[in-house]
Every structure is written in C-alpha cells, then in structure tokens.
C-alpha cells in the first residue's frame, strides 16, 4: 500500500544444532572434539507491518518452521525526489524589444520540470519560474541561478539546478560625417563644442553610449577625430571624422574718442594731429598690417593718413574723423571710428575777409613810402565808413 517492493529477495533462517557427543575409539583411533553445526534452509515467509508510518515501516518475518523464527526487517526511504525534464544552462540573446524584454534585460523561458518520486512529493518550489525576467549579464558578473527543490515524506530533497545568463553578442553601429567643421569659441584659439562632434549610432542595448573623448578642445587646424560607442556588455563600434576647426571670430579693439586737443591756433592755420593708438586682440592672431584713414562719410575714397599730419583750423572747435580696420589671420576684420578734437581759445582769422593782405617789404629806401601808401588805404576806406579819425594818431590806430 506504500509502494514498497521487495523484489528477488531470499531470506534465510539459520538454525542452530545441537553440539555432537566426542567420539571415542581404539586401536590409535582419533577422536574429534564437539563442535557447533549450523543448517540453513529456505521456508515460506510471511510478514506483516509491525510499526508502520509514513517515514518507513518495520515488517516482521516469520518463517514457516515449527519453531516460528522471527526476524524484524526496518524498511526506510532514502531516495529523494527525482526531476525529470530538468533544463540544461541557457543562454538566450539578448534582445529588449517590445514583448521580449526591457533595458534591464529579458524574458526567458524553458520547459518546467517535473518532480516524481518512489513513495509520494509533498512538496516543491523554485526560486524562478518560465517566463521571468533575468537580468543582462556583463562581463565580470555570475549567471542566474535556478533552483527547484522537491520534498518526499521521508525529507528527502531532491534539486533541479540550472543557470540563466542573458548575453549581449551584438556590436553597435556608428556612423561619422566624412567631415565636419566647427567655429572656434568666443575668446578662445580652438573650439570647446564638443557637442558638434556627436554622431548617430544604434545598437541593441538601449544604455549604450558615445564614449567621452580624451580632450576637451581642439585648436584652429584639422583634426582626426574616434568616435566610440559602447554598450553595456563592452561590445563598441568606432568611426573616424575629420573635423576642422577655424577662427570665427573676429579682432576686438578698445576703441574711444582721444577727447579734446586744445590748440594755440587761429583759423587757417594749421596744426599736427596726435593720438593714442588705438589697440586690439584677437583670439587666434593680428595682422601687422593696419591703416588709418580720414573722412569716413566717404568709405570708397578712404585717405590715408599718419602720426602728426595736418589738421586746418577751422573754427573753436575743428573736428577729424578717423577710421582703423583690424585684420586677424583668418582675414577677418574689425572696425574702429573715432573723432579727433581742437579747440582754440583765438578764433579770430589771420586774413580778412574783405582785404588782400600785402606783403610788407621791410627795406631802407622804400620802406616810408609803403608805409605811406597803407596809411592812404586806410583813410579813403574809414572816410567811406563816415567813420574819419580827427587826427593822425587816430589813422594809425
């Protein structure tokens, strides 16, 4: 009723003799010494559950003989639970697509085992079970480890172990512009945009990445630029892109009025303009070559001028207005206008507006009568004025 069988067995009862008498004899006859003699044979044997449970049981066996020898034989299960269809390790390809698994990893699934067993299981469990999700393996990390477990009634516990371990075998894509080029950054010789330098990649794992580049800027040249991406699992793909970098910026120049120059000068004359030089930067590099140029009301007919060329007064307050380009070596350029100031405190003019001025010849034998005839000019144009002076003091005033 428990499932036990007892299959070819063949139990043997031993009986026991009784000792033989010592023989005796004549004529140097020997005599043997008593001795125990034992006689085994097979009889019918019946048995009957002495003590029964369902840990095991003790049959009692008795034999068919008058003198009813008995034995006791205990029975106890020691085989565990045995599973059949248990899985070999799996290995299954990582794959995170809708209905197959996640970023973190995939669904999997095998055929679940069976747990059978001699006497009866009453009881089993695992730890995972088909169609979990396991993790994605990378490398330097341990498989996942499936257990099931049954349990007869004896206790005995039989296993059903196997590994799980979700591989990455797909390398990225990565795909570079044959080339690419970039604008320095403001202030700088070189460009620090490293985020012109992303490029489009795909791959499986949804947690791959572009690996950081080792320099975080690049000068005013050409570069051969890596591109790497890289998945979890350390599966990478990389790509070359040629990446010129050139001076976009322009010079910058600290440009400001000089201010006012006051002049010891009346209108007409002339006097040396000065100032102070007007300074620049750039990023990258100046060109030594630089201009100053007058009158920027008209830019297609630019004149050239220098340190201490000639200004005409014109009045209280004269003005020049000068111009200045700053070029870099990319050829780029920067523009400076400033005004040029004089003011004078004698306004007043060195020629009159109604009279030619003569030359004064200073000699010994002409000199009176020059003087004389100036003096003559001067009275007709005051008599004309009704304005005539009543002595001769008044005339040379």
Same mark, same amino acid.
């Given at each position: ?6 299959s ?13 008498a ?7 006859? *020997? ?10 044979r ?26 009813n020898?008995?034995? /006791? ?15 070999? *390790? ?5 794959d995170? *697509? ?8 995939? $669904? ?6 069976v ?12 730890n $995972?079970?088909?169609? &979990? @999700? ?24 039989? $296993? ?15 795909t570079?512009?044959? !080339? /690419? ?6 202030s ?6 490293? !985020? ?8 499986? &794992?949804?947690?791959?990445?572009l ?21 979890? !699992?350390?599966?990478q ?15 910058k ?5 000089p201010?006012?120059?006051n ?18 930067? &750039?990023?990258?590099? @100046?060109?030594?070559?630089?201009? $100053? ?5 008209d ?5 050239n ?12 307050n004269?003005?020049?207005l000068? !111009? ?8 780029l350029s ?16 060195? *020629?009159?507006s ?25 009275y ?7 304005a ?7 005339? @040379?005033?």
């Open positions: 009723t428990q499932g036990i069988t007892f070819a067995m063949v139990i043997e009862f031993v009986y026991l003799r009784g000792r033989t010592p023989a005796t004899g004549g004529g140097g006859g *020997s005599s043997s010494g008593g001795e125990d003699r034992r006689r085994r097979r009889d019918v044997v019946q048995f009957a559950v002495q003590n029964g449970s369902t840990a095991g049981a003790t049959y009692l066996f008795t034999s068919g003989a008058a003198n020898a008995t034995n /006791l034989i205990e029975v106890t299960d020691v085989f565990p639970p045995v599973w059949i269809n248990c899985s070999a *390790s799996l290995t299954p390809e990582y995170p *697509s809708e209905g197959k698994g996640t970023a973190a990893g995939m $669904y999997v699934s095998w055929p679940e085992p747990a059978t067993d001699n006497r009866e299981v009453v009881f089993n469990t695992s $995972y079970r088909p169609g &979990d @999700l396991f993790p994605l393996i990378i490398p330097g990390q341990q498989a996942v480890v499936v257990s099931y477990e049954a349990r007869d009634a004896a206790g005995n516990v039989g $296993y059903c172990n196997f590994t799980v371990k979700v591989q990455d075998v797909q390398d990225p894509t990565i570079c512009p044959a !080339s /690419l080029s970039v604008s320095t950054s403001p700088l010789n070189a460009t620090t945009n490293l !985020s012109a330098l992303l490029v489009s990649f795909s791959d499986n &794992d949804p947690q791959a990445a690996v950081a580049l080792n320099q975080t800027q690049f000068e005013v040249g050409s570069h051969n630029v890596m591109r790497t991406v890289r998945d979890r !699992s350390g599966r793909a990389s790509c070359v892109l040629l990446l010129t970098v050139y001076d976009g910026e322009p010079p120049s600290v440009c400001t009025n201010g006012p120059t002049v010891n000068a009346k209108v007409g004359e002339k006097v040396n303009a000065t100032w102070t030089e007007i300074v620049a930067t &750039d990023n990258v590099e @100046l060109d030594a070559a630089r201009t $100053y140029t007058e009158d920027i009301t830019p297609s007919n630019p004149v001028v220098t340190q201490n060329f000639s200004v005409t007064i014109t009045g209280s004269t003005q020049r000068l !111009s200045t380009v700053f070029f870099d070596k990319a050829g920067s523009r400076c206008n400033f005004t040029l100031q004089f003011t004078s405190g004698d306004a007043s003019s060195v *020629s009159s109604s009279a030619s001025i003569l030359p004064i010849v200073v000699g010994a034998a002409a000199g009176g009568a020059v003087l004389l005839g100036i003096l003559f000019v001067i007709q144009r005051n008599k004309r004025r009704r005539l002076p009543h002595d001769f003091h008044g005339i @040379l005033e």
